[in-house]
């Protein structure tokens, strides 16, 4: 019996505990929902999931899907710590770690990062031998950390005791590529995530649909729209495929609001694109103004 391949895509779950994202008709999902954007992600080769105890009910609903399934042994888990606790008491981690695996249903986590790039400040400060700890004890088999910038990339990656980097990357943001993150990554055998594939949903959106507070990124909408449409792609093909193109090392995180986008994301990863499309890719947008590429600042911009 023939098995499909482990996907390079990542089940992002924001999405699954929070009304998550620009683009998000549906809000968050119900349990049901859950189980079938799980079930689906599985038979399409996906084994990690991306998760944090500040994504709302994400831990427990996927505790739950991975119960109804019956997959809490292989699934590959990566969560994050609450940020606003104190991460230099280990009491405080340890009973943090523990509700985590409780919710989860899990054995062990796969991965367990430090939810920002702030916390890497703290990491000789008591931090890494308290993740290392858990680590030797089992709880969890990679340390990691979500960061936002390149210079806190690379300080990450050039840390010991750093299995795993996850950030934002997209067609429209290529920061990390300009400074050599993704070579540093593989030179140093470490693992990136890339989060922010679509953007919050903004990559797919129709123009007409963007809300008020949003029609300063139209003409970048526009102009994603326009390329896609020239080399006769989907933009969920033109979005993922360039990166399985400029990063193929990396793992793509993307979240969901129903197994069918699952599947329009699994389908679109089987694009292959050429050297002078993803050429011509990286530079059609230039310098992206980054009031469009943070989110951050969504809410002030107009």
């Known amino acids: 019996m023939m098995h499909k391949p482990v996907s390079s895509l990542v089940l992002g779950t924001a999405q699954l505990g929070l009304s998550y994202g620009l683009a998000n008709r ?3 999902p119900d349990l049901p929902m859950v189980e079938d954007i799980v079930r689906t992600a599985w038979e399409q080769g996906v084994r990690e999931f991306d998760t944090a105890q500040d994504y709302g009910t994400s831990e427990s609903a996927l505790g739950y899907a991975f119960n109804k399934l019956g997959i809490a042994a292989q699934a590959m888990v990566i969560s994050k710590i609450d940020p606003a606790l104190d991460h230099r008491n280990p ?18 986590l796969f991965g ?26 089992g709880k969890t088999q990679c340390l990691g950390v979500s960061v936002y910038s390149p210079e806190k990339a690379w ?24 400074r050599g993150v993704f ?21 797919l959106m129709e123009p007409d649909e963007l809300p ?7 003409p970048v909408v526009e102009r994603v729209k326009a390329l896609a449409r020239e080399l006769g792609l989907t933009r969920q093909a033109l979005a993922l495929g360039y990166l399985k193109a400029r ?18 994301n699994a389908v679109s990863l089987n694009v292959s694109l050429t050297r002078e499309q993803v050429d011509a890719i990286g530079k059609y947008f230039g310098r992206v103004d980054v009031n469009v590429l943070n989110p951050a600042l969504w809410g002030r911009s107009a």
Do not use: C
């Open 247 to 264: 990063m193929p090392k990396a793992k793509l995180v993307v979240g969901v609001e129903t197994p069918d986008q699952l599947i329009r």
């Open 91 to 108: 009491g405080v981690m340890t009973k943090a770690l523990d509700a985590s695996l409780m919710k989860l249903g899990v054995p062990r």
């Open 26 to 28: 549906t809000g968050r």
């Open 183 to 203: 070579e540093l990554a593989v030179k140093k055998k470490k693992q990136v995530y890339i989060r922010s594939v679509f953007l919050q949903g903004l990559i």
């Open 212 to 218: 008020e507070h949003m029609f300063f990124a139209r």
């Open 112 to 137: 367990l990062m430090l939810h920002n790039e702030a916390l890497l400040a703290q990491w000789d400060q008591g931090v890494s031998s308290i993740l290392s700890g858990f680590v030797r004890s």
């Open 155 to 178: 300080v990450a990656l050039n840390m010991d005791g750093i299995d795993m980097v996850q950030l934002p990357s997209n067609i429209l943001d290529n920061r990390f590529v300009e």
